[in-house]
Nanobody, 115 residues
Framework: QVQLVESGGGLVQPGGSLRLSCAAS????????MGWYRQGPGKQRELVAV???????HYADSVKGRFTISRDNGKKMVYLQMNSLNPEDTAVYYC?????????WGQGTQVTVSS
């Protein structure tokens, strides 16, 4: 069983930055593929970024060059640095852990980009 707790969301102006954090409780963290998803108002949940257990990363086209995902296996943490935010980034952001087709989710953290 994996429990995930997100933090770092909030209200930010367009062009601003936020850093999301996700703390995982897992006996063995470094075998997990870790990702961030988001669900905007009236939209389906979508993948934002993933960092796999081997270190490879993948980003949604809409966030490439603006967002950076990273992980700290020693601290069992995953981060999402979000720069150049725009109103279209407004969503609830969810931390995800995946291992052998089993998915675990955090409760989500709200990110609102507005002036």
């Amino acid at each position: 069983q994996v429990q995930l707790v997100e933090s770092g969301g909030g209200l930010v102006q367009p062009g601003g930055s936020l850093r999301l954090s996700c703390a995982a409780s897992a006996i063995i963290f470094n075998i997990l593929d870790m990702g961030w998803y988001r669900q905007g108002p009236g939209k389906q949940r979508e993948l934002v970024a993933v960092v796999r257990s081997g270190g490879s990363m993948h980003y949604a086209d809409s966030v490439k060059g603006r967002f950076t995902i990273s992980r700290d296996n020693g601290k069992k943490m995953v981060y999402l640095q979000m720069n150049s935010l725009n109103p279209e980034d407004t969503a609830v952001y969810y931390c995800n852990a995946n291992f052998q087709q089993s998915d675990y989710w955090g409760q989500g953290t709200q990110v609102t980009v507005s002036s």
